[in-house]
C-alpha cells in the first residue's frame, strides 16, 4: 500500500469515502457488506472495507473474501477472445456462422409466442435479417441475441421455457449454441442493443477456436499468469470458508439470504462454463486483471494482449458511434446509465462525460455484476477501482455505483485529463 498523495489522491478524502459509502449502504441496510480498492499510476492506494460476508453467521468483511461476480466475468471472456483475435484465429469483423455453421440460417422474430405446454417447443414466424450476425455484434450485445430474466418479450419467454444459459445446461456451451440454434433473433444484428447471452457465445468460440474447455484456457492462459489464484467457475471446498452469502431485499426492505455461502451451488463445478456471468472472485484478482488492462495488457513480465488491442477497450464500437440511449429499447436491462455511455469490448465506455452527469474521463471502460459489484478502468488517469458486495436486485445498485464514482474521483488532487 502506498501513500495516495504520492499518485496525486488525498488520504482524507478517500476516507470520506469509506465513511459514506459504509454510513449510506451498510448502516443503511441496503448492504451487508463492501470492499473497495483503488489503484493508480502503479500503486494500490486504497483498500476500504466494512460489514459483514456472512450475516447469519455473523462473519465480518475480509479482504480475501470470495465473491460472485456474475456480469463482471465479460470483461474476463472479452479479453480471452481478444487474445485469439491476436492470434489470428478469428476477427471482430467475421460472420458468426463461420465459426458456427448452425447459425446461418438465423432470421428475425416477426410474431408467435413461447407456448406454456410442455414439451412443445415455441412457435415463430421470422423474416431474413439484414445483414448475417459479425463477432463484433456479440462483443457490443448488438447480435439480437437477449435474457430470458429480462421478461420484456417472446423471445425472452421461449429462452426461459428451455432455460437457455443455466449454469446446469446439458452439454454445457454447446447444448446452448444448439439450443440458441432454434430460436429468432429479437432485431437484425448491428440495429439495436440488447443485453444478451452474446458473451456466453465467444465463451463458446474461444473453447472451440483454442481446442480447449473454456474453464481451461481461461485457468492456463489468464489466472495463473496473471496470478488470479481465487479465481473460477466454482469455490473449491477448501475456500468455502471465504466465500460470501449473497442477499436481496425483502419486502420489508430488511435484507434476505439469497444463496448460502455453506450450500451454494457455486460449491460444484457447473456443466455450462458461462462467460457472461459464471465466475468467482476476490478483489485482489480482479484488481490484478485490472492492472494487466490499465498497464497495456501486462503485468509482472507477463503479458496478456498487445498495448493496441487493449486501447480498443477505450472505444465505442456501436453502429454510427451512438449512445446505448439511441440504440436500447424502451425498459432495456443494463448494469450502467445510458446517456453518455457507449460499448466497447464487452464493456460499457465513456463517450460524452457531461451526458453522463457524473465524474469521469472520455475512454473510461467499466460494468458491474448482478450482485452489485462494480468496477472501471480510467486509462488517462491511471486508475482502476474495484468494488465487491453481494446483493442482487437492489434498488440502490446504480446509486452506490454514483456514489462510489462521485466520492473515488472527488479524491484525485492531481489529474492527467
Known amino acids: 500500500m502506498s501513500k495516495?498523495?504520492?499518485v496525486g489522491m488525498s488520504s482524507s478524502r478517500l476516507a470520506t469515502l469509506d465513511r459514506v459509502m459504509a454510513a449510506r449502504y451498510v448502516d443503511g441496510g441496503f448492504l451487508p457488506g463492501i470492499l473497495?480498492?483503488?489503484?493508480?499510476r502503479g500503486h494500490l492506494v486504497h483498500t476500504g472495507m466494512a460489514g459483514h460476508m456472512d450475516l447469519e453467521r455473523g462473519k465480518p468483511m475480509?479482504?480475501?473474501?470470495?465473491f460472485r461476480i456474475y456480469s463482471m466475468t465479460k470483461p474476463i471472456t472479452s479479453v480471452a477472445l481478444m487474445m485469439l483475435v491476436e492470434e489470428g484465429l478469428?476477427?471482430?469483423?467475421?460472420?458468426?456462422?463461420?465459426?458456427?455453421?448452425s447459425w446461418k440460417g438465423l432470421g428475425v422474430y416477426a410474431s408467435g409466442v413461447a407456448?406454456?405446454?410442455?414439451?412443445?417447443?415455441?412457435?415463430?414466424?421470422?423474416t431474413p435479417p439484414e445483414r448475417p450476425m459479425k463477432v463484433v455484434d456479440l462483443v457490443t450485445h448488438t447480435a439480437g441475441l437477449t435474457y430470458g430474466f429480462l421478461m420484456r418479450t417472446s423471445i425472452d419467454a421461449a429462452y426461459r421455457k428451455v432455460k437457455l444459459g443455466d449454469f446446469q445446461t446439458p452439454g454445457g456451451l454447446q447444448g446452448m449454441i444448439d439450443?440458441?440454434?432454434?430460436?429468432?433473433?429479437?432485431?437484425s444484428p448491428g440495429t439495436a442493443w440488447n443485453y444478451s447471452v452474446s458473451i456466453d457465445v465467444m465463451g463458446y468460440l474461444v473453447e472451440k477456436l483454442s481446442g480447449m474447455s473454456f474453464g481451461e484456457f481461461l485457468r492456463t492462459r489468464l489466472f495463473e499468469p496473471l496470478g488470479m489464484t481465487d479465481t473460477g467457475f466454482y469455490c473449491p471446498p477448501e475456500k468455502i470458508e471465504r466465500f460470501s452469502s449473497c442477499y436481496y431485499p425483502g419486502p420489508d426492505g430488511r435484507l434476505k439470504l439469497q444463496d448460502d455461502a455453506q450450500k451454494s451451488t457455486y460449491a460444484t463445478p457447473p456443466l455450462l462454463e458461462s462467460g457472461g456471468g459464471g465466475l468467482v472472485s476476490t478483489?485482489?484478482?480482479?484488481?490484478r486483471f485490472c492492472r494487466m488492462m490499465v498497464q497495456g495488457g501486462a503485468l509482472d513480465g507477463v503479458r496478456i494482449l498487445g498495448p493496441k488491442t487493449v486501447e480498443l477497450?477505450?472505444?465505442?464500437?456501436?453502429?454510427?458511434?451512438?449512445?446505448?440511449?439511441?440504440?436500447?429499447p424502451a425498459g432495456a436491462f443494463s448494469e450502467s446509465g445510458y446517456n453518455g455511455i457507449g460499448f466497447s469490448i464487452g464493456c460499457g465506455v465513456n463517450i460524452d462525460v457531461a451526458r453522463t452527469r457524473l465524474p469521469g474521463t472520455v475512454g473510461e471502460y467499466f460494468w458491474g455484476g448482478a450482485a452489485s459489484t462494480a468496477f472501471w478502468i480510467d486509462p488517462i488517469e491511471d486508475l482502476t477501482v474495484v468494488f465487491m458486495t453481494q446483493v442482487m436486485g437492489t434498488d440502490a445498485r446504480l446509486t452506490l455505483r454514483r456514489d462510489l464514482r462521485t466520492l473515488v474521483y472527488s479524491a484525485i488532487t492531481e489529474s492527467y485529463a
Open 4 to 6: 495516495p498523495e504520492s
Open 36 to 40: 473497495t480498492q483503488v489503484y493508480r
Open 62 to 66: 475480509r479482504e480475501d473474501a470470495i
Open 90 to 101: 478469428l476477427g471482430l469483423d467475421d460472420f458468426v456462422h463461420t465459426h458456427i455453421p
Open 115 to 126: 407456448t406454456l405446454l410442455p414439451n412443445q417447443p415455441p412457435t415463430f414466424l421470422t
Open 179 to 187: 439450443q440458441l440454434a432454434g430460436m429468432p433473433l429479437e432485431f
Open 283 to 287: 478483489i485482489h484478482d480482479y484488481m
Open 313 to 328: 477497450f477505450s472505444l465505442n464500437h456501436l453502429e454510427g458511434d451512438r449512445e446505448l440511449a439511441e440504440m436500447a
